[in-house]
Nanobody
Framework: QVQFVESGGDLVQPGGSLRLSCAASGSALDNYNIGWYRQAPGKERVGISCINNSDGTTYYADSVKGRFTISRDNAKNTVYLQMNSLKSEDTARYYC???????????????????WGKGTLVTVSS
């Protein structure tokens, strides 16, 4: 069983930056795929970035490619999402999720992920 605590969400102006953290407990994340998903008000949850914590392979949705960077610190059992050049359309609650690497569960699928955090709210507004 893995528990996540996401943090780092805030109100930021367009063009600004934030770094989200996803701290895990209950199990080491070394052999998990970790995903960052977001859900805007009235919209479906979508996968925006994933990382294979075993080999470092990453995925980015087109909407965030070149602006967001996912990274990991396995010693701290934490995954990060660096978000730059934020836009109003990035406003959403951001969640992290995990599934064992050998399940093949990967972005952008929203199905079958094993564990979810409660999310952290990002608001991009002037």
């Amino acid at each position: 069983q893995v528990q996540f605590v996401e943090s780092g969400g805030d109100l930021v102006q367009p063009g600004g930056s934030l770094r989200l953290s996803c701290a895990a407990s209950g199990s080491a994340l070394d052999n998990y795929n970790i995903g960052w998903y977001r859900q805007a008000p009235g919209k479906e949850r979508v996968g925006i970035s994933c990382i294979n914590n075993s080999d470092g392979t990453t995925y980015y949705a087109d909407s965030v490619k070149g602006r967001f960077t996912i990274s990991r610190d396995n010693a701290k059992n934490t995954v990060y999402l660096q978000m730059n050049s934020l836009k109003s359309e990035d406003t959403a609650r951001y969640y992290c999720t995990a599934a064992p690497v050998d399940t093949g569960i990967w972005c952008p699928s929203t199905y079958a992920w094993y564990y979810w955090g409660k999310g952290t709210l990002v608001t991009v507004s002037s």
